[in-house]
């Protein structure tokens, strides 16, 4: 059970999450494991307290650094493509740490996350609202996430939370056989498109989902 001091009240409380998850489900998200996880995960202590009262709204809040918490329909979304027919994942790549939540709600279905981030200060912070959940199979790196993080690759899946107009190279090379990412790509003209990308033997299968809304891809760190 949830840690009273983590369960939240009013609009931040159990009945909220459970609002939330009948939302996911009328969505078409169907994964009993997703779906419990969101469930039991507290997505109010991953944004300032003024917003914790929206934090189960189907909404994209600010997290400051002109970076953004995921809707909970895409957090939800890209960890469904990432596991679907797949019964574990070792390690998983993410790109773009920002507040936490999504690393947070990986960690609890995969046995690795290794998430990078190129703000520092988004990093640090959630560092601790991991902290808080006691979740102890991440590892983060303050980097360029363009870069990847090629010491621990290859990685069975890599989930990516902001769009570039092209797949940056290095991550195709650290995605095992098999493996799977989940990206939003820009097509150079403002319009985003979710991509699975699977990688067999010869080649990089490329399926076009749905449109999305993601921050840029941005270089560098800071």
């Not at 909404?59 to 596991?83: C, D, F, H």
């Not at 601790?128 to 303050?142: A, D, E, F, G």
């Not at 749905?210 to 270089?219: G, T, W």
Request: aromatic share 6%; charged share 25%.
């Amino acid at each position: 059970m949830m840690p009273r001091h983590l369960q939240g009240i009013g609009m931040t409380s159990q009945r909220t999450r459970d609002r939330m998850v009948k939302r996911l489900i009328e969505q078409g998200i169907s994964n009993k494991r997703v779906l419990d996880v969101m469930r039991t995960t507290p997505r109010h202590i991953f944004v300032d307290e003024a917003l914790s009262s929206r934090a189960y709204e189907d909404t994209a809040l600010p997290i400051g650094y002109n970076q953004t918490i995921s809707q909970p329909y895409i957090v939800a979304k890209m960890t469904e493509l990432l596991l679907e027919n797949r019964e574990s994942l070792h390690h998983v790549l993410e790109i773009g740490t920002g507040c936490g939540y999504q690393s947070a709600i990986l960690a609890r279905l995969v046995e690795n996350v290794f998430s990078v981030e190129r703000i520092l200060p988004l990093q640090k912070k959630a560092q601790v609202s991991t902290q808080l959940l006691k979740l102890k199979n991440i590892r983060y790196l303050h980097e360029d996430g363009g870069w990847g993080w090629a010491e621990f690759a290859p990685y069975d899946g890599i989930l990516v939370a902001a769009s570039p107009d092209e797949v940056p190279q290095a991550l195709l090379e650290q995605l095992a056989i098999g493996g799977v990412m989940v990206i939003p790509v820009d097509d150079g003209h403002g319009n985003q498109a979710l991509q699975r990308i699977t990688r067999t033997e010869e080649t990089f299968d490329v399926e076009e989902l749905e449109p999305v809304s993601f921050v840029p891809f941005l270089a560098g760190k800071e």
